[in-house]
């Protein structure tokens, strides 16, 4: 029954404004609708005279700001100098000049470090044996250095005599 | 009085753009703050946003082209601004709405009967529960007296839509005030 009636309420909603209103009268209490109204029409003293030029001012305030904004010369940084680009040439900076120094700071390593190696390993720390193989891995070296040396001197040899001959080749096999 | 229309189009053709401008706010500003206060109820949210209203009527009415009427229009847009101040009032917690209930009921409950006293606290509560769109449609409907249809083009809904938010903003009003 109930819902009957309000199937006919939801029916007859919009044939008039009288009838809306009427429905919610019943409902509702029609005086504490109106009072609900008048505790939300109501505002400050005076608010709707002053409410014109308040506005009006507003209004002036922004489009003199737009103008502003507008009349603003806007200088725009060179491409190189946007934060962005700006990002990538210090990265790249810090590229060459980081590489740079660890490529040198190798470099400069390798050739400190190769004879101080060398100098920090002396004759008496080494074995016989192991100068021995030295010498013996490396004769050809020395067969090849006297040979060197003997031809050079050959081209002088024939302005030489015998005696001067066995001296040089005294001097060598020493 | 000259009528909006011909307010406008003399705004339009930058004839004293400022006096027809005025002479419409003058027209229509009361109607456009009550809308709006009862909605978020505090006049200092009701006068900021009455303001943003009427700055974006002057900012656009240069384009209006007079295809509805011009209350419609600025109804619209003093609803659609409205949500936008309670949303994002949701968002920063700063609504208003409890204390000036508080106050509401303060003010009442000196003046009346106790029981129409509490009739009036528990309506104004049950209608401050309401989605905003069913709010603005009982009042739209019930105090302005607006036909459903421009009900319908400033909330944005059908005419069936705009009736049945009627329907139910009164159904759950009387409801709430029957548990009381």
Known sequence: ?174 | MASDQELIIQFQESINREANFTALLKKHQQKVYYQIKRMVTDHADADDIAQLVWIKIWDKLDGFKMESEFTTWLFRIAYNETLNYLQKQKKQGTSHSNGDLLDYENATASSDSPKSTEIQIGLDRAISQLPEKQKVVFMLRYYEGYDYEKIASIVGTTIGGAKANYHQAVKKVESFIKQL
């Open chain 1, 1 to 174: 029954m109930e819902k009957d009636t309000e199937l006919n309420h939801q029916d007859n909603i919009g044939n008039s404004l009288v009838q809306d209103r009427a429905w919610a009268d019943s409902l509702l209490n029609k005086q504490s609708l109106s009072q609900f109204n008048l505790s939300k029409t109501n505002a400050p003293f005076n608010y709707f005279e002053s409410f014109p030029d308040q506005l009006m001012s507003r209004i002036e305030a922004e489009k003199r700001q737009k103008m502003k904004k507008k009349n603003a010369k806007i200088f725009f940084l060179p491409s190189f100098m946007q934060p962005l680009n700006r990002l990538a040439i210090a990265a790249a900076c810090i590229i060459v000049v980081g590489g740079s120094f660890i490529f040198l700071n190798n470099s400069v390593s390798k050739k400190t470090q190769a004879p101080i190696v060398a100098n920090d390993i002396s004759l008496q720390e080494l074995s016989s044996e192991e100068i021995e193989s030295y010498v013996d891995a490396n004769e050809w070296i020395a067969e090849i250095d006297v040979q060197a040396q003997m031809q050079k001197e050959n081209l002088r040899l024939s302005s030489l005599d015998e005696k001067q001959i066995e001296e040089i080749k005294k001097i060598i096999t020493q």
